[in-house]
């Protein structure tokens, strides 16, 4: 299906942009589009100085039904969520709901009912990947994604593989449970981190196309586009700029798909993934089950690029946001998950991809400075090819929202061109 572009918020030169490089960009994205190759559906976002220069999609968004991309089609973001749960901890922790360094067990007393070495995880450990519970009870299967009884009892449940703070290693999904837990539990309304980021973020930033926890209507279910299957395997692959590695399955944690039995999907076969499923849209899953717009989750690293506030509405401090992308590990740390190198910071990947940003960056990479402006590039990819980060040295942000990848190689050699683009882009 054919591609479309929607008008930038303003002239792209008026922003820092050159429109050429833009337009070279836009048509890197439709030729995709029309060879459906890397994905059959997608949708693409720039900001730059806290404006839209930049809005494309395009392909299918529905398999089945033939549904089309539009400007209003949703994704599931898979892991790209958990940067979203981190600006809300970082909101809440600005407000003196907690410190980082305080134990979980301070909040929630009975996180470490099941297993007592857990008394010793902090919230910076949860922050960074360094709790050591990467993997939660294998009962604890989407269907039970929407009762909180049932997420408390599973990260209580959940095993330590080894000993808080020791390393990092990624936690596909406990990230998200304990963070939701415990922004229900320091938050001075009681609320959920679904409902914290709906109030406190979009509904201020006028984003009418993101939400971790779907509202029960029809509407906005309708908006959602179905993931696919990739069509080979993901494990191994190195990260694009900004991005996660595709997240292997650890155990129960992360089935990509469920099997069919008695032929209860032969008719709905997008049932078989339990990230289609209307019931999972509406469950409150921070660390994956975030449902966006490229444009709205574009919007929200816009916000961070200029260091926190857009258009008179601030999300969190300066001074925070330098403190998130503080490292948490040393450089050349292998993640214990992952199976290879990651940079954390408090919440978000930084650094992770330096060597991909700095061929970004062309002849820039040079510059003694490359490493520190790597540092300060951070955000959170997700399975399937799903992005959003921000640049704060270029007052940059970039998401790509997608059905998921079909050709995992072509697919990030092409990612890491478009960012190339992006960045030379930038006027200055």
């Known amino acids: 299906m054919a591609g479309w572009r929607e008008d930038p918020e303003c002239e792209p030169a008026a922003a820092g942009m050159k429109p050429e490089v833009l337009d070279a960009l836009a048509g890197r994205f439709s030729e995709a589009v029309d060879e459906a190759a890397l994905f059959n559906g997608a949708q693409m976002a720039v900001y730059r100085n806290g404006r839209l220069v930049l809005s494309v ?92 009884e049932a997420l408390v009892r599973a990260m209580e449940e959940a095993p330590l593989a080894w000993a808080p703070g020791e390393a990092n290693g990624y936690h596909p999904l406990n990230f998200g449970w304990v963070l939701d837990q415990l922004c229900v539990l320091t938050d001075a309304q009681g609320r959920d981190m679904g409902r914290f980021l709906t109030d406190e973020v979009f509904v201020p930033l006028q984003i009418t196309g993101a939400f971790v926890g779907l509202p029960d209507d029809p ?59 209307p019931a999972v849209h509406r469950a409150v899953v921070p660390g994956a089950g975030g449902i966006a717009t490229a444009r709205d989750l ?92 921000a640049s704060l040295d270029h007052a940059l942000s970039f998401a790509f929202t997608t059905t998921g990848q079909l050709r995992v190689a072509e697919y990030q050699a092409w990612m890491l061109e478009m960012q190339r683009l992006v960045f030379e882009a930038c006027i200055d």
């Open 57 to 148: 999609g395009g392909g299918v968004a529905r398999a089945r039904t033939a549904t089309p991309v539009s400007a209003d089609t949703m994704f599931v973001i898979f892991s790209s969520t958990k940067g979203l749960a981190a600006l809300a901890m970082w909101m809440l922790h600005e407000r003196g709901a907690f410190d980082f360094d305080e134990p979980v067990v301070k909040y929630w007393p009975t996180f470490a009912s099941q297993v007592a070495e857990k008394s010793k995880v902090t919230i910076r450990h949860v922050m960074g990947h360094r709790g050591g519970f990467p993997t939660g009870p294998d009962w604890f299967t989407a269907r039970w994604w929407g009762d909180r």
């Open 219 to 277: 509407a906005l279910e309708a908006r959602v586009a179905w993931t696919e299957d990739p069509q080979e395997p993901v494990e191994g692959e190195l990260p694009a700029p900004g991005a996660s590695p595709q997240t292997p399955a650890i155990g129960g944690d992360l089935a990509f798909r469920s099997p069919i039995q008695h032929d209860r999907h032969r008719e709905t076969p997008e049932l078989s993934i339990p990230w289609n499923r």
């Open 298 to 389: 574009a919007k929200v690293y816009a916000v961070l690029a200029l260091g926190g506030e857009l258009d008179g509405v601030r999300l969190i401090s300066t001074e925070s946001l330098e403190q998130a992308i503080v490292p948490t590990n040393a450089e050349g740390d292998v993640d214990r998950t992952l199976g290879t190198p990651m940079r954390w910071g408090t919440g978000w990947h930084i650094g992770t991809a330096a060597e991909q940003l700095r061929a970004a960056l062309g002849p820039a990479a040079d510059d003694p400075a490359a490493e520190h402006s790597a540092m300060r590039f951070f955000g959170h990819g997700g399975r399937g090819g799903q992005m959003g980060w």
